[in-house]
Structures are given as structure tokens and as C-alpha cells.
């Protein structure tokens, strides 16, 4: 079995010593022009190369946040951490796709940034003083700590056991902007119009409170920044489930990122005595934070027994994304238990090899890892659910693993069915005998490569073909997306390449009568279209669609695509019209600084040639306000 942490290459996080070693930290400083060449070659080097090499830089951040640290001091700051080396880094922090400014606007004071020194191939605080432990209160270590971090996330999304390629951003440029000490508030967001990560200070009872120092914080908001740039117009909409979903996956990137760290596993192991339905530390999120704002001991919980029945018309998305993150808990213990099956089941064929939970957790990390995160290039480009994303799941699951011998579908199905995000029918369909992999009934044939060449390409494809791909002919078809992937299975097994096409168009729509109040008889529109995922030979790996309302044809297909379309419209207008009542649709205050985080509403509106569109709040935060879910019109100015 490879171990977590023992030569994992590319394949995943590597932070944490390999079990039973230390990290390998470089011992020498090698030239300038060899680190450029294993920079360029970097993909087919192990991850004990890019150690001893300096490929990987060590930067010492929390574990957790200072208040796990103060409680538990063998898990205060992880000095075995790495974050990537490129060679364009700068002061700042500055790599490719991130920069740190550290501008308070609460103080109006820009900090000195961290100097990158490029002899000694580390940064540095002014007046070359070393940002380790002795500098933790220095605003430069928090500097590098927020960007360390981000820098290695993103490599973890990115790598073959993830996403298999480069992300963009949900804004134009290629850095995002990362503001350290932001401001005063009880708060962290991402905001998508100022290109940035935004973390807040304040006071609490036990002195104050840097969001910037709270590992999971930053990684939960770097996960709204990597969903916006996969998915930019989840931002444009209205449902409860899309802006829950960009919750979840800001709580699923903290825990996965913590997770990854073999120190942290044995901690939770040995505080849990394997039983991961008691590891609080591991399902629990921003302790430090909790405790100052709630006096609870943490922000939010994995551990929890929310259905989407118990919670069926809640409207904050806080909330209802606990729903999909106890979910995925659910699915990482089972992972988890199978694999302490498997040590078990060696242990009777070889009873020399004892079983280790250590060895059955660091399995499980890269499956988390790759069963979580490679389902995201399956979501449709808009109006996502969680029905989404559990689809999602299970066919990049069969994709991955076609003969499934331990049964891991089946044990996910049962969780999906258990917490109401899949139905029994739903179970049967997909437990039903089918071929892995089919291709497209097409009228107009098109090869892969002519597909993959352009976005130009790819719509000359559409609408070749639209009577067959169920698209309206007089819709206006916009190529969103157009990328390919490398992926891998946990055994480091190449998957087939990926071909992922992201389409849309608009429906017009009225909100007719008093219902939508200000805004009535008011034009808006309807996002439709999909997400089709091929392979290198043309088969259709993966073909999500959000329909519109409009006739598509006169097959039983398209009848059930126009009735599928219908619903829709009608469950948008009547979520806008749950939003208008429960005074959640507003326009944001802002001033020279920017955005107003408190007097942003939960979903804002604009009008484009004349059609309203409606969206997500600019700002996707840490914290939510169930306590105000439905209360008035000014609800949005109170909450955080």
C-alpha cells in the first residue's frame, strides 16, 4: 500500500511528514537555472525530490487556528508544512496567481510586506528577521501564512487526484488579491468584484481574534474563489441549494485541507481512539472563531444528523450547506471503515502485517480527496443542488472504479438516500445494470479534437447537433467553458482524458402580478444548458442539463426535457418570489473602500439591456445568520 506521505508525486497534498519519518526539509541551496529546470519537470518527480530539492518551500502555519493551538500543543503551528516553488516569486507574498496586500481599512494602514529572498530562497520579515514560531505576532508571518496556504490548496485542487489542470478565477485576471488584515469585523469572505479574500480582526473575550490565523477560514473562503472560477454562474441565482452548495464546498476544502496532514490524523486518531464519529477536532471548524462570536466550540460542525427533510424550506444557506458537508463526513467514515476492513482482512492472510488505522486513514485521504473534489467538472454550469453533485459523485466514482468490488457506491447511495438528497428511485436507477461509457446520439458527427480546438469548435458542434443534445433551436448558445483534464485514480492509474464542454443560454421571462413586489412585471431570465464530459474517443462520460421551458422536439426525450424545463421556470419563480417576501433582494452600500460586508444583501439584483438579473451576495462568508432567516426587509443589513 502507498502510505500518505511516502512518494505520493503529484497525486495529492503532501504536507505532514510520511508516517514514521520526518519531513525532508533541502539542505543545500542548489543554482538558480537547476531549480528552473526541476521546476519544469516537476510533474515527474517525487514528492521526496521536490523536498530535499526546495520545490516545495517549508513555512510554518497552524495547524488549526491559535486557540486549538493553545489547547492542544502538539498540534500548534505545523512545522513539517510546504507550499509550492515557482520562479517568479515576489515580495508580498507574490506568486502567479496570488498577491498580498495588506491594507487595513479600518486602521488605513498599508503593512510592509513580506520580502522574498531569493539567495536563501525564503521569505522574510523587514530587517531579514526569520518568519518562524519566535515571529508568529508579526504581521508579515501572517502574511505568508495566508498565502502559504492558498498556494498549496490550490495545488491540491489542481493535481492529477483532483482536478488533473489549471483553474481560472470567476474574474478577469489571473491573481487573486489577499487582504490579510482587511479590516475590523467578525468575518472572512471572497469577494468575486474586488478579486480578493478579505479577513477580518476583532476583539474577543480572550484577546484578538485574526481570521487570517485560522487555517480552516482561509481554506473555506479559497474554496468559494475555486467554485466561482469552475462555476461562475452558480453566482447568478436565487436558489437556496446553489448558495448552500458554495458553503459546502468552502467547509469541504478546510476539512479535506486539514485532513491532509498526517500529523493532524494521528492526533484525531489517538483523541478519537479510531472512532471518527467522536473526532471533534477533524468535523469541527474554526474553533477559535466559534468560541469569540457563539461561545460554541466551533463555527459550524460535520458532525451532525441534518436531513434535507428537517431542514425543507430553510432559506440560509449556512445552514443547509451542513446538510451536504454531514454528507460527505458520513462518506469519509465509511471510506474509512472499509479500509479497516481491508487492513483486517490482510492481517488474516499475512498475520505478520498487523493492522494499522494510521495506514487505513492515510488511504483514505487521496480517495477523499479524488471522490470529493474530480465530481466538481461534472456539475451543470448553473442552478446547481445537491442531487447535482451526488450524481456527480457516484458516475466520476464509476468512471474511476467500473467493477466497484468493495461496494463503495452502494454505501455512498445509502448516505445520499439517508440525508434526502437522492430518493430510492433514484438508488435503483443508478444500481441498474448499464454500460460504463456510450457515445452521443448525434445527427452531425464531430471528432474530439475538432470539439476541444476552440470554443468556435465546440459551438459549431452544438448547434450541428441541437436537435439531439435537446436544445431549443432559436436559443442563443454561449460556450462558457471549454478545458481539458488529466486525472487519476487513488492507485495513480491514468484516467481517460477529459473533454469538458460547459454551455448556456438565457430564457426570458415576467414576473407577473403583486407577488414579486417591487419588481413586478418586470422582465428577468431563466439560465439553461449543461455540462457534457467526453472522452478521448468521443464517449460520453457525463452529460448534466438544466432545461429551459421551451419546445425542443416531439421524441419522448424531448417532451420529458420540456417538462423537466417547465418545472424549472416555475420553481425560479417562485424562489424569487420567497426571496422578494422575505426582503433577501437589495442593493449592496458601498464606499471608497468598497463593499459594505453588513449592508450587503444576501442576493443582489442588476439590470442588463433592460432583463433583471439576480445574484449572490459579492461576498461569500465564513459566517451566517440563521436567527434572521426570514425577517423583513431589512434583514440583510443585520447580518454577517
Request: negative net charge; aromatic residues 10%; contains cysteine.
Amino acid at each position: 500500500m502507498t502510505v500518505w506521505g511516502e512518494s505520493m508525486g503529484k497525486t495529492g497534498n503532501p504536507n505532514g511528514a510520511a508516517e514514521g519519518t520526518e519531513a525532508q526539509k533541502p539542505d543545500r541551496k542548489l543554482p538558480r537555472e537547476v531549480m528552473i529546470d526541476l521546476y519544469a519537470a516537476q510533474r515527474y518527480l517525487g514528492l521526496e525530490t521536490e523536498m530535499v530539492t526546495g520545490l516545495r518551500m517549508p513555512v510554518e502555519v497552524y495547524f488549526k487556528d491559535p486557540l486549538v493551538a493553545k489547547l492542544h500543543e502538539d498540534i500548534a503551528l505545523d512545522k513539517d508544512f510546504t507550499t509550492p516553488w515557482e520562479p517568479g516569486l515576489r515580495d508580498g507574498p507574490t506568486s502567479a496567481r496570488f498577491t498580498v496586500v495588506d491594507y487595513d481599512s479600518t486602521m488605513n494602514v498599508l503593512t510592509a510586506p513580506a520580502k522574498w529572498d531569493r539567495d536563501r530562497n525564503r521569505y522574510l520579515a523587514p530587517g531579514d528577521t526569520s518568519l518562524d514560531e519566535a515571529a508568529k505576532d508579526l504581521f508579515q508571518f501572517h502574511q505568508l501564512s495566508v498565502w502559504a496556504i492558498v498556494q498549496n490548496t490550490l495545488d491540491f485542487f489542481e493535481s492529477g487526484m483532483a482536478l488533473g489542470r489549471r483553474i481560472s478565477w470567476g474574474f478577469e485576471g489571473n491573481r487573486l488579491i489577499l487582504l490579510p488584515h482587511a479590516g475590523y469585523g467578525e468575518n472572512a469572505y471572497y469577494d468575486r468584484e474586488s478579486k480578493s479574500l478579505q479577513f477580518y480582526w476583532f476583539d474577543g473575550e480572550n484577546g484578538r481574534v485574526y481570521t487570517c490565523l485560522s487555517s480552516d477560514i482561509v481554506n473555506h473562503e479559497f474554496g468559494h474563489a475555486v467554485l466561482d472560477g469552475l462555476r461562475p454562474y452558480f453566482y447568478e441565482s436565487t436558489g437556496a441549494q446553489a448558495a448552500a452548495f458554495h458553503e459546502f464546498v468552502g467547509d469541504l476544502t478546510a476539512i479535506l485541507m486539514a485532513f491532509s496532514n498526517n500529523e493532524f490524523r494521528i492526533k484525531v486518531l489517538r483523541e478519537s481512539n479510531g472512532d471518527l464519529d467522536t473526532a471533534t477536532l477533524l468535523a469541527g471548524l474554526a474553533e477559535e472563531f466559534g468560541s469569540a462570536v457563539s461561545d460554541a466550540p466551533y463555527l459550524r460542525s460535520a458532525l451532525n444528523n441534518k436531513t434535507m427533510q428537517k431542514l425543507a424550506g430553510t432559506l440560509e444557506p449556512h445552514v443547509l450547506s451542513e446538510v451536504m458537508t454531514g454528507t460527505m463526513f458520513d462518506i469519509l467514515k465509511g471510506v474509512f471503515a472499509k479500509q479497516r476492513q481491508a487492513e483486517l482482512d490482510r492481517y488474516q492472510a499475512d498475520p505478520t502485517r498487523k493492522p494499522s488505522d494510521r495506514r487505513a486513514l492515510a488511504f483514505t485521504v487521496p480517495r477523499m480527496q479524488s471522490l470529493a473534489i474530480q465530481p466538481l467538472d461534472f456539475l451543470p454550469p448553473c442552478d446547481v443542488t445537491f442531487k447535482d453533485y451526488a450524481l456527480a459523485l457516484l458516475r466520476s466514482e464509476q468512471v474511476a472504479n467500473p467493477t466497484d468490488p468493495k461496494g463503495y457506491r452502494a454505501m455512498m447511495l445509502d448516505v445520499f438516500v439517508k440525508r434526502g438528497i437522492l430518493t430510492e428511485a433514484d438508488r435503483t436507477a443508478m444500481l441498474a445494470r448499464a454500460p460504463v461509457f456510450k457515445r452521443p446520439a448525434l445527427d452531425v458527427f464531430h471528432s474530439v479534437d475538432t470539439i476541444s480546438a476552440s470554443r468556435g469548435g465546440a459551438y459549431r458542434f452544438l448547434d450541428d447537433n441541437r436537435a439531439k443534445l435537446l436544445i431549443p433551436p432559436n436559443a442563443d448558445l454561449v460556450v462558457t467553458e471549454l478545458v481539458r483534464a488529466s486525472k487519476l485514480a487513488t492507485d495513480r492509474r491514468s484516467l481517460p482524458e477529459q473533454v469538458v464542454l460547459q454551455y448556456i443560454w438565457r430564457e426570458e421571462m415576467v414576473l407577473e402580478g403583486e407577488r414579486f413586489g417591487r419588481f413586478a412585471n418586470e422582465r428577468t431570465s431563466m439560465l439553461c444548458g449543461a455540462t457534457m464530459v467526453l472522452d478521448q474517443n468521443g464517449n460520453q462520460i457525463h452529460w448534466a442539463r438544466k432545461p429551459g421551458s421551451v419546445a425542443v422536439g416531439t421524441s419522448a426525450n424531448a417532451v420529458a426535457e420540456q417538462a423537466a424545463g417547465q418545472k424549472r421556470r416555475q420553481d425560479v419563480l417562485d424562489t424569487i418570489e420567497a426571496r422578494v417576501k422575505a426582503g433577501m433582494i437589495g442593493e449592496a452600500i458601498g464606499g471608497e473602500v468598497g463593499l459594505i460586508e453588513r449592508a450587503s444583501p444576501p442576493f443582489g439584483v442588476s439590470k442588463a439591456d433592460g432583463i433583471l438579473r439576480f445574484r449572490l451576495s459579492p461576498h461569500f462568508s465564513i459566517r451566517g445568520d440563521a436567527e434572521n432567516d426570514h425577517t423583513g426587509d431589512r434583514q440583510w443589513q443585520i447580518s454577517f
